[in-house]
């Protein structure tokens, strides 16, 4: 456990100047005697080439290894990995499984993942009930993604009655946390009063904010105005 908050010092630059290569040596020593949120830290520093050359095979191991302890951020990347064939064959029923563990215990990135599986149909039957339930639990912990898909489902009654007032509210919610794809979404809300009262100026301010992140769509509506 000290050689697990010994590498998150080094990791974060807390106590001492960060340095990734003594985060990975502390990290590692810890995760070798089977400590599941140090094997969690290295799987992400494999992961992101910090302090290691990148490895997602001992990314996916040291996942794997975590998950399996009930590490809820260590299922989730999991998942992460059986999604995108990264470390491991790609599986989406694998990475559903893995998901939903991780939601299960409140992990908002998992859930946002895992109402994704349910929308799109990976990895299990499309249901759109069950997407915007998972996208509500992880919009309400404050995750813009998920925000932005509660605001999707409310726009166009998938999972849920229609409701363009909850579809502006999730769209405001997560365009200002700058999610571009939110952005724009609220930018029509605005262009076309959808939710709320037509309001050019508003419209033109959330579309410039996403043209300005290369979003063509939003570019598009941007000349528009």
């Not at 020593?29 to 990148?54: H, R, T």
């Not at 996208?135 to 932005?148: D, L, T």
């Not at 363009?164 to 609220?186: M, V």
């Amino acid at each position: 456990e000290a050689q697990y908050w010994m590498g998150n010092c080094y990791y974060e630059g807390r106590g001492t100047k960060q340095d990734y290569n003594e985060a990975v040596r502390w990290f590692k020593a810890a995760a070798e005697q089977g400590y599941a949120p140090a094997q969690f830290n290295l799987g992400i520093c494999y992961s992101n080439e910090l302090g290691v050359k990148k490895d997602y095979n001992e990314a996916f191991h040291l996942y794997k290894a975590a998950a399996e302890q009930g590490v809820p951020g260590a299922q989730c990347n999991l998942g992460l990995c059986y999604l995108n064939g990264q470390g491991v064959r790609q599986d989406y029923e694998e990475a559903f499984r893995w998901f939903k563990a991780a939601a299960e215990q409140g992990y908002a990135y998992a859930q946002y993942s895992l109402g994704n599986c349910y929308y799109n149909g990976k990895g299990v039957r499309q249901d759109y009930n069950e997407a915007f339930r998972w996208f509500k639990a992880a919009a309400e912990q404050g995750y813009s993604n998920a925000q932005g898909n509660l605001g999707l489902c409310y726009l166009n009654g998938q999972g849920i009655r229609q409701d363009y007032n909850e579809a502006f509210r999730w769209f405001k919610a997560a365009a200002e946390q700058g999610l571009a794809e939110a952005q724009y979404n609220l930018g029509k809300c605005y262009y076309i009063g959808v939710g709320t009262k037509k309001d050019y100026n508003e419209a033109f301010r959330w579309f410039k904010a996403t043209a300005e992140q290369g979003d063509a769509k939003a570019q598009n509506m941007l000349g528009y105005c």
